[in-house]
């Protein structure tokens, strides 16, 4: 079984960094496809940032490009989310989400079988 740990988050103001750390466990990370969603209050889950097993691609929703970083350190089962140049509007719940796969990745949250408990990024103006 598959098992998922976010850790990093924390309160910033406009314009500061945090990096997210997932810790898995359960299954080789390079067979999984790694992903990270986030959830505003009130509003959908929804996909921000996702890596392949291999690691060779990667896919951003598009108010995330140029200032998210989704990485993997395949030795250590650590996967980041790199984030900069903060917004208010990036004030969520951000969890880290697996399914098995190497070479592809995918945007819905149905898609992925294993989900982390979630960590909370606030950004303040």
């Known amino acids: 079984q598959v098992q998922l740990v976010e850790s990093g988050g924390g309160s910033v103001q406009a314009g500061g960094s945090l990096r997210l750390s997932c810790s898995t466990s359960?299954?080789?990370?390079?067979?999984?496809?790694m992903a990270w969603f986030r959830q505003a209050l009130g509003k959908e889950r929804e996909f921000v940032a996702g890596?392949?097993?291999?690691?060779?691609?990667?896919r951003y929703v598009d108010s995330v490009k140029g200032r998210f970083t989704i990485s993997r350190d395949n030795a250590n089962d650590t996967v980041y989310l790199e984030m900069n140049t903060l917004k208010p509007e990036d004030t969520a719940i951000y969890y880290c989400?697996?399914?098995?796969?190497?070479?592809?990745?995918?945007?819905?949250?149905?898609?992925?079988?294993?989900w982390g408990q979630g960590t909370q990024v606030t950004v303040s103006a």
């Open positions: 359960g299954r080789p990370l390079s067979t999984m496809t």
């Open positions: 890596i392949s097993g291999s690691g060779f691609i990667k």
């Open positions: 989400a697996a399914r098995p796969g190497r070479d592809s990745i995918w945007a819905s949250r149905s898609d992925y079988t294993s």
